[in-house]
């Protein structure tokens, strides 16, 4: 805890020409700027840098460019793969983990160590890695890179602790899952084909134990060979040469039939008493044309033959369909018996599983589910009712269903609006999916202690917005709205899409959202801004649009003495200030030689419309055409609930629109703002006709488009050229001709517009992409009738204040260092029905500087934090109080003035991947992490902090990463997260009888360890393999949590495998002493039978 007490005699303030802040501001980074004035501050600040942890907590979404999909059917988990290396592993809802390969590497194949709470990924840097379960946080245990050969199939069968190793070159490995070293013994291509065959065989694309005896091994070589290896012999009992290429291969659970999926989309079903041929060919959708051939196929890239003890055999496979169907959707074909069912799919397979009851494969499959990985989807399929109907998904896979342009995150939200947007959003809900339950159920799941209504909100580029509930490390959809609904459908060739190849005219550019009033915001491409309002009814509306022009225009000449000549606002009470360089509201303007004068992108319906209750539209506003020229993006947004009022800029202007009376109240240039307090010397101003490229906001793509560092510049003012960093010696910069000032952060609030104003009132402040701040005076009517009535009247600009370029983010404390919160209005339900006892008035909770001081007028502190500086003023004098240079090779991306822990700190994120924190109102860096090292646009366009310690960013085009950088949150997070692993007795198998057992081969006397054991198989090659020791052993364990927390869980996750080591012993006992017992009775017989024989009868 540190004590700051600043006291400032007689400071001075800057001259009465120009209100600059002392340039004494920027002298030196993160120093605390002390001035003299009577007044004395006292700000007790708590955080300290033991208060900060960074790290990662949980990802949401769709595993992006999936490769691989894995089950364990005890645990009942699952395990998906990625082409980035990363590795998702789902159970039960709340029970979602992220892993990721340090190399980065693809996933090639997953094999679960079934009920074991352990995972084998092989990647495609040939390497083999043993991922431990059994602890919330999963990591390597051990991994094994092969040097000499690429891996391309892996086996594990169930209860063995060897796995199977296939490779390019043909080749069949063995290692030891224990200590993951390589087994002497090895199956080599040229010994398992014959000699007399003269080509390879290709590379090993199957792998299994025959059902029938565990010492019988099938390799599939891509080239069509087939070959059953006896282990113990050291021989091939069989080969098969089959003259089409093989992709998989599946057993019938008794071990006498196997079936073959092949290149030419047929499957071969082989009998194991003939092999020459095989005993089945069929071409599940190769239709025999009028000249007698069959259709060409598809390749069939899997298929799984699964056994039912109901019913006929299930053989399931993908692909497989005829070439000459143009527009095809891949397909999963589900034969049954006689019946063929084709699921048509959204997008390509890209792997598939059979959920079956039994883990042992010499038994009964009986299968209920097929889970099917797709390309940009997830489902899982009913197998068990005729239809084949899927399971509602519990996961949220659908983040992406159209690509995410923008996203919003509220921590700590009012706990009724989670219900309430539920409520809404689950009578939109399809229907149709399984009864059942959602078979993947594994893993444990609870609530934590340190749980708080969170919302995410993601914008995306149709148009539509979606409600997240992200409570307590979850992901629920609540309520999704759709803009494009408000506008008519623009005909092709026509409108915005049509002049800038837009291919996305409603694309969701930024949101606005206030929890208390309800009221949302949203701003689109096409430079529209929709606001919504809330309602518990459906309504009949008609909606109002409102039209502005906002753009510069090419006559308009600024020099020094024109601007000092032009006032910059009109008399008090002009809904539209007329100036030299602005424009009144023209709705629906024509010129009589421009069609693209004066319209807006997009059509707003006229009609009456009926709206569903939910998220209402009560106003849109549209930035018009100007000769041809498309309006700018528009680049800032704030709205405030209690003064009924909405602020908008691009680069051209601001525009202030009050939407309780649906007027326009200022409309006016970036120039304009200044008056005579312009701090740049203007030379000749003619701004660029540039048509500003739309399509960025939508390419959310894996292209990892990284932020060029050299440039420096804000993705918010592109065409900006950073003044200050040129010439900060002179005393007045100048500004190139092409220039364009953008506004790029607004916010309102309770401040004071004037030095001389003795009690805050309502303001607007502006901050530009030049780093200047200006604070707009409003004057608004407290009365309900006279507010609804009177017009609100805006008042001359205040205070310009300069930092190192553009301003980002706005916060007010008051003078105790404590977060002044936005008046806002509380929700009241317009369409609900009229009570004449309690008649409908607005009712606003304000949150003034002087409400928390001792006297009134006693002022309050701004913080302002641009792309390179932050700044803390004391209101009203505004002086400077603190300044921090943040970076100077690098910018800021996204700023937010946030609370942790009963205080309040600046969270600043920038281009080159570092975050940090700094402490209010002194600026002392708290944290700087450099947490990635480099940032494409994609995650500049999408992260954002919010309270309690919480950030988010799309990590890829389909998942959001969720960070925490409180260390309380991150010392909890062991208990947040869900438990992968829970003790389940393995199911016994099946008791065989008698006869079967005699005569079914010896598959439960086979000994692994007795053939692939150093003892007998020696050692491998060194060359061959390298093993790396992991950092997830027991022995070595680094679980997030340290201290008495990291100890507790290190013993009890040795004390879980103590005990499972303990019951496995006594179960071998128990088997032992079944065994011995077995074999006296079994003597005692045959001395009795042989009692009374003489030597001569034996």
């Known amino acids: 805890m540190k004590k700051f007490r600043k006291v400032l005699d007689g400071l001075t303030t800057s001259s009465p020409g120009g209100t600059m802040g002392s340039p004494s501001c920027g002298s030196a980074a993160g120093t605390p700027t002390a001035a003299p004035t009577p007044k004395e501050i006292d700000v007790q600040e708590t955080l300290v840098s033991e208060n900060f942890q960074l790290c990662k907590t949980v990802r949401h979404g769709f595993p992006y460019q999936p490769t691989s999909l894995a089950f364990d059917p005890v645990q009942k988990i699952l395990a998906i793969g990625s082409r980035s290396g990363g590795v998702r592993i789902l159970g039960r809802p709340g029970v979602d983990c992220y892993c990721q390969h340090e190399s980065g590497a693809a996933v090639l194949q997953l094999q679960f160590l079934i009920n074991e709470g352990a995972l084998v990924t092989a990647c495609a840097d040939d390497t083999l890695h043993l991922w431990n379960l059994r602890q919330r946080r999963p990591a390597v245990l051990h991994s094994l890179k092969f040097n000499r050969e690429r891996i391309t199939f892996c086996h594990l069968p169930f209860q063995s602790k060897w796995l199977y190793v296939g490779t390019e070159r043909g080749n069949t490995h063995i290692v030891n899952i224990e200590s993951f070293i390589l087994s002497g013994y090895v199956i080599m291509w040229n010994k398992a084909i014959e000699l007399s065959t003269k080509t390879h065989p290709g590379p090993v694309v199957h792998l299994s134990d025959s059902p029938k005896d565990e010492g019988k091994l ?140 039994t883990p042992y494969n010499n038994e009964v499959q009986d299968p209920y589910a097929v889970v099917v990985l797709l390309e940009k989807d997830f489902i899982v399929v009913d197998l068990t009712q005729s239809n084949f109907p899927v399971f509602e998904n519990p996961y949220p896979m659908d983040i992406h269903e159209s690509p995410v342009t923008c996203t919003a995150y509220f921590a700590d939200c009012p706990p009724d609006i989670i219900p309430i947007l539920y409520s809404i959003g ?96 949203v701003v689109g491409i096409s430079a529209h801004i929709i ?76 009609k009456m419309v009926r709206v569903p209750p939910g998220y209402q539209s009560d106003l849109v506003i549209q930035l018009l055409w100007v000769d041809g020229e498309p309006p700018q993006q528009i680049t800032s947004l704030d709205l405030n609930s209690a003064y009924g009022l909405l602020a908008f800029g691009n680069c051209n202007g601001l525009a202030v629109v009050d939407y309780l009376q649906k007027t326009v109240i200022l409309c006016i240039s970036t120039l304009d703002l200044y008056g005579a307090t312009d701090p740049y010397q203007r030379l000749t101003r003619s701004p660029r006709r540039n048509r500003q490229s739309t399509s960025g906001l939508t390419e959310l793509t894996d292209n990892q488009q990284s932020i060029d560092m050299e440039r ?81 009247t805006v008042g001359p600009s205040g205070a310009v204040q300069m930092l190192k370029g553009s301003v980002l983010r706005f916060g007010f404390l008051d003078c105790n260092g404590a977060l002044i919160q936005s008046p806002y209005e509380v929700w009241r339900d317009l369409n609900a029905p009229e009570d004449p006892d309690r008649p409908r008035r607005r009712k606003l909770v304000h ?13 309050h502190l701004a913080v302002v934090c641009s792309e390179r500086q932050a700044k803390v003023f004391l209101m009203p004098s505004q002086s400077c109080l603190f300044v921090h240079n943040i970076t100077e090779s690098s910018f800021v991306l996204r700023a937010d003035v946030v609370s942790l822990c009963n205080s309040v700190c600046l969270a600043c994120f920038c281009a080159n991947g570092h975050v940090m924190t700094l402490s209010l109102p002194s600026l002392r860096p708290l944290m700087d992490v450099n947490y990635l090292p480099l940032t494409d646009m994609r995650i500049a366009r999408t992260f954002c902090f919010t309270n309690e310690g919480q950030a988010l960013y799309l990590s890829s085009p389909t998942e959001i990463q969720r960070i925490t950088y409180s260390q309380e949150m991150c010392d909890n997070l062991q208990e947040m997260l869900g438990e992968l692993f829970t003790p389940i007795e393995t199911p016994e198998a099946q008791n065989r009888g008698f006869l079967k057992g005699f005569f079914g081969g010896n598959a439960h006397t086979f000994d692994r360890e007795e053939l692939f054991g150093e003892a007998a198989a020696g050692k491998a090659s060194r060359s061959l393999a390298q093993h790396i020791p992991g950092q997830g052993g027991v022995e070595g364990m680094k679980v997030a949590a340290s201290g008495a927390v990291g100890e507790l869980a290190r013993a009890r996750i040795a004390l879980d ?42």
């Open 218 to 357: 099938l390799i599939g070589f891509e080239g069509g060979t087939i070959v059953q290896w006896d282990l113990r012999a050291k021989k091939a009992d069989f080969r098969i040469y089959y003259d089409e290429a093989i992709h998989s291969v599946s057993w019938h659970h008794e071990g006498k039939q196997f079936m073959c999926s092949h290149s030419d989309g047929s499957l071969t079903l082989w009998n194991l008493r003939n092999t020459t041929k095989p005993f089945q060919v069929t071409f599940p959708h190769g239709k025999i044309q009028k000249d007698g051939r069959k259709e060409s196929c598809k390749p069939i890239l899997k298929v799984e033959y699964k056994t039912s003890r109901s019913s006929e055999p299930f053989v399931i496979f993908s692909g497989g369909l005829s070439y000459d169907k143009a527009g095809r959707r891949p397909a999963l074909t589900i034969m049954h018996g006689k019946a063929i069912t084709v699921l048509e799919m959204d997008y390509p397979i890209v792997e598939f599983m059979v959920l079956c009851e």
């Open 426 to 521: 689950a009578k939109n809900k399809k229907t149709g999916y399984s009864h059942k339950e959602w078979p993947i159920g594994g893993g444990t799941w609870t609530l934590g202690s340190h749980t708080y209504p969170e919302i995410i909100i993601t914008g995306h580029a149709d148009g539509s917005i979606k409600f997240w509930d992200a409570s307590a490390f979850t992901l629920q959809m609540l309520y999704k709205l759709k803009t494009s609904k408000v506008f008519e459908k623009p005909k092709p060739g026509e409108g915005r899409a049509a002049e800038l190849g837009e291919e996305d005219p409603f694309a969701v550019q930024m949101v606005s959202w206030c929890p208390h009033s309800r009221i949302f915001c």
């Open 531 to 606: 606001l919504y309002r809330f309602s518990k009814y459906d309504a009949n509306t008609q909606i109002v649009s409102l039209e502005v022009r906002l753009q510069c225009e090419p006559e308009d000449i600024i020099t020094p003495s024109e601007n000092e000549n032009n006032p910059c606002f009109s008399e008090p009470g002009s809904h539209s200030p007329q100036t030299h360089h602005q424009h009144p509201v023209s709705p629906g303007s024509r010129t009589p030689d421009g069609a693209k004068d004066s319209i807006p992108c997009l059509k707003v319906k006229d």
């Open 712 to 792: 420096s510049k804000s993705p918010t003012s592109e065409s900006r050229e950073n003044s200050f960093s040129r010439s900060r010696s002179s005393s007045v910069s100048s500004i190139d001709r092409d220039t364009k000032e953008a506004i790029t952060t607004l916010q309102f609030g309770e401040s004071y517009g004037r030095k001389s104003d003795a009690l805050p009132t309502p303001c607007l402040w502006v901050g530009t992409s030049l780093g200047v701040v200006i604070l707009i005076p409003l004057s608004i009517p407290t009365d309900h009738e006279e507010r609804m009535e009177d017009p609100v």
């Open 847 to 859: 949150f003034s500087p002087s409400s928390s001081q001792d006297a009134f007028g006693e002022g």
């Open 1057 to 1098: 495998e103590r005990g499972q080591r303990l019951g496995e012993l006594e179960e071998r006992t128990a088997l032992m002493m079944t065994s011995a017992e077995t074999f006296s009775k079994h003597a005692h017989e045959l001395m009795l039978k042989c009692k009374d024989k003489k030597w001569y009868q034996f």
